[in-house]
C-alpha cells in the first residue's frame, strides 16, 4: 500500500502561484511513477503533469505546458507541482497518483494509489 497526501491547494488570484506537495509513505517512493490529474465539477478527471521514477523524464497535459513544473524529491518521499500564471480555468480538485510502471502515463487506470486530493479556486 502506498499512502499519498496533498497540501497547498487555496485560493488564489487570477496571474497568481501556488505550489501543491504530496507525501507519500509505505512503499518505495522512489520506485513509483507520481502523477497529478485534477477534476474540475461536472468534467472528467484529467491528467495533469507526471514524472517517471525510472529517469524523472516529465510529461504534461496540454493546459499545463509552459506554466506548470513537476518535480519530485525521492528522499523526502514527496512530489511536487509548481503552478504559475493561474487561471481561472485551473480550478479543480488536485489529486495526487502512483503508478508501479517507469513510463509516464495520461490515462487514470494505470494508476494504483491515489490521493484524497486538494482544492485549488482561481478568482479572477
Known amino acids: 500500500q502506498v499512502q499519498l497526501v496533498e497540501s497547498g491547494g487555496g485560493l488564489v488570484q487570477a496571474g497568481g502561484s501556488l505550489r501543491l506537495s504530496c507525501a507519500a509513505s509505505?512503499?518505495?517512493?522512489?520506485?513509483?511513477?507520481m502523477a497529478w490529474f485534477r477534476q474540475a465539477p461536472g468534467k472528467e478527471r484529467e491528467f495533469v503533469s507526471g514524472?517517471?521514477?525510472?529517469?524523472?523524464?516529465?510529461r504534461y497535459g496540454d493546459s499545463a505546458k509552459g506554466r506548470f513544473t513537476i518535480a519530485r524529491d525521492n528522499s523526502k518521499n514527496t512530489v511536487y507541482l509548481q503552478m504559475n500564471s493561474l487561471k481561472f480555468e485551473d480550478t479543480a480538485v488536485y489529486f495526487c497518483?502512483?503508478?508501479?510502471?517507469?513510463?509516464?502515463?495520461?490515462?487514470?487506470?494505470?494508476?494504483?494509489?491515489w490521493g484524497q486530493g486538494t482544492q485549488v479556486t482561481v478568482f479572477s
Open positions: 514524472i517517471s521514477c525510472r529517469d524523472d523524464s516529465t
Open positions: 509505505g512503499r518505495t517512493f522512489s520506485d513509483y511513477t
Open positions: 497518483a502512483a503508478d508501479p510502471a517507469m513510463g509516464v502515463h495520461t490515462e487514470r487506470d494505470w494508476y494504483e494509489y
